[in-house]
């Protein structure tokens, strides 16, 4: 029997394309650059499964480019990029990659959030371009972290693994989302539950852990950040489009807010310059779950996922 054919947009961690390179007959391009639209129709026409990154749009035009197409296994948890009505539809799966990446993603979380706050990549160009001249009192002060109160937008696995890392700043947490958790669970991670307002108005920091979708499109617009306390700071590692990135920009040169940590943007890989420029705005290439080890765990889901499919089993991650 031959091995389905799988399209993969990108070259994924070593021990990912050696199974991927047992397991299926693999199309990928070496150059290992975003696709083209055009060799993405191409790619997908005769494939039996397909392997997208967050970058690739798959809309209904690629899934209806696609003849014999079975699946769709994103290389993400986040599935803003499918077309999942049109997925429905032609009657193809799309899978994603939940948990494996949760404790990462927290983890880069906090590098962001403590960067910002302590000014870290401000202080280590100081440094590296020579003008430490020695200790002083008053250069580079930034904001404490601990004692703070930490504000969590969305409240899934990424949400709690960030209020986990909290307890040791002995920060008091707050967080809304649409589902809130049960009393065991609020207790047991130490968060108390506001409305989106309170939220706003309470956070030294405020980060975001939810999917992007219509609901939560520009939630963070010109109002909210009205709302936040001047001395805040606005962390993103979920999606770049839950903020209006014009708004944000606004906010900050009007000092609104106090600065920002993004790892995602609404046009990535396009940033608004004056983000670029802002000393209190940390802006990192969306790498939340970029780790050697998660990146490969990511794959061998995706891999699973494939194989289940193939074997005419439901895959364990499948979205709809
Ligand atoms: C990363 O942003 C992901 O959704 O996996
Ligand atoms: C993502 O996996 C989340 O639920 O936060």
């Not at 280590?124 to 969590?152: C, F, H, R």
């Not at 705005?281 to 889901?301: D, W, Y």
Request: include cysteine; hydrophobic fraction near 45%; charged fraction near 20%.
């Amino acid at each position: 029997m031959s091995l389905p054919r799988i399209f993969l947009t990108r070259v994924l961690p070593l021990p990912v394309m050696e199974r991927l390179n047992i397991e299926f007959d693999l199309q990928f391009d070496e150059a290992d650059i975003p696709l083209s639209r055009a060799k993405m129709m191409e790619g997908v026409k005769n494939a039996d499964g397909m392997i997208s990154m967050l970058s690739d749009s798959i809309d209904r035009e690629v899934l209806e480019a696609a003849s014999q197409l079975k699946i769709v296994a994103n290389y993400a948890v986040g599935y803003n990029n499918m077309d999942l009505s049109a997925a429905k539809e032609k009657q193809v799966l799309i899978t994603n990659t939940p948990g494996v990446l949760t404790e990462t993603t927290a983890d880069l979380t906090w590098a962001l959030l403590m960067a910002v706050a302590r000014r870290i990549p401000e202080a280590n160009q100081w440094v590296k371009s020579g003008k430490w001249a020695g200790w002083s009192p008053t250069e580079l002060m930034g904001a404490d972290i601990y004692g703070k109160t930490l504000g969590l937008l969305g409240m899934g696995r990424i949400g709690q693994a960030v209020a986990r890392r909290a307890a040791g700043f002995g920060m008091q947490i707050f967080y809304y989302c649409r589902h809130r958790l049960s009393e065991k669970s609020e207790e047991a991670l130490g968060v108390s539950y506001l409305s989106f307002s309170e939220l706003l108005e309470g956070s030294d920091f405020l980060s975001l852990h939810l999917p992007l979708n219509e609901d939560s499109l520009h939630l963070i617009d010109q109002k909210a950040l009205q709302r936040m306390k001047p001395g805040a700071f606005l962390i993103n590692t979920s999606r770049g489009a839950i903020i209006d990135e014009k708004a944000l920009c606004h906010a900050l040169e009007e000092k609104e807010i106090a600065g920002a940590g993004l790892d995602v943007f609404e046009a990535e890989p396009g940033i608004s310059p004056q983000l670029l420029q802002m000393e209190n705005v940390v802006t990192l290439p969306h790498i939340g779950s970029a780790s050697f080890e998660t990146r490969v765990k990511m794959g061998f889901m995706v891999i699973d996922n494939l194989l289940s499919c193939f074997k005419g089993q439901m895959p364990s991650n499948v979205v709809e």
